[in-house]
């Protein structure tokens, strides 16, 4: 089945530094999501990608949607500690079903 | 809305014991999914429904079963728990299929 591609593993920033992980696809995806996961807690829908080329912002965080659509990331701006989480992109796997990343854990050192 | 709800917490059994994990949502999503998460893992796909009445196997199902007889209701059964089973469970629905997921808080299950 399909399957979408996650980097880094890990990613240890100073709080203050940007933080950017990438999402790789060998085939064309219709639509792309962005989950947090806390640690210890559950993931959470950040948002959802559809068009070639789109980029959302939500305050620090900018999603992208690369234009063969093949690829997504997730920048965020000046880090603070409570972005600390793993943050795991999906794509469409089947019909019904998704295809998760294997996320990438962000660490962030005060 | 209390979105979807997961029981027990936490929970620790025997080898060879059996168990049902409870989910259930109150959003009326037609789909909904079953996953478990091993430490510093993603999230591998258990079984899936699309609607009462109707369930798939995932990318892992062997050892377990599930059943739909309702929207609102999607419980897990282990049967014969082995440790290989030790992991964290997560249910998830959606009225979109695979997009925008809402998850439950999780089970956090150890076999011993």
């Known amino acids: 089945g399909q399957q979408v591609m996650q980097i880094p593993q890990y990613q240890h920033v100073q709080e203050g530094e940007d933080f950017t992980t990438y999402c790789n696809s060998s085939t064309t995806l219709s639509n792309i999501q962005w989950y947090k996961q806390r640690p210890g807690g559950h993931p959470v829908f950040l948002i959802q990608l559809v068009k070639s080329g789109e980029v959302k912002k939500q305050k620090r965080l900018t999603f992208q949607f690369g234009e063969a659509k093949k690829n997504s990331s997730l920048h965020i701006t000046a880090t603070q500690t409570t972005d600390v989480g793993t943050y795991f992109c999906a794509g469409p796997g089947g019909s019904y079903i998704p295809t998760f990343g294997r996320g990438t854990s962000l660490i962030v050192h005060p | 809305n209390a979105g979807v709800t997961q029981t027990p917490k936490f929970r620790i059994l025997k080898i060879g014991q059996s168990m049902t994990l409870q989910c259930a949502q109150d959003m009326n999503h037609n789909y909904m999914y079953w996953y478990r998460q091993d430490p510093g893992m993603g999230l591998k796909l258990i079984y899936y429904?699309?609607?009462?009445?109707?369930?798939d196997k995932g990318e892992v199902p062997n050892g377990y079963n599930v059943s739909r007889s309702t929207t609102e209701d999607f419980p897990l059964r282990l049967e014969l728990a082995a440790p290989s089973q030790t992991s964290v469970y997560f249910c998830a629905s959606s009225s979109t299929g695979p997009r925008e997921q809402y998850f439950g808080p999780g089970t956090r299950l150890t076999v011993t």
């Open positions: 429904s699309v609607g009462a009445g109707i369930t």
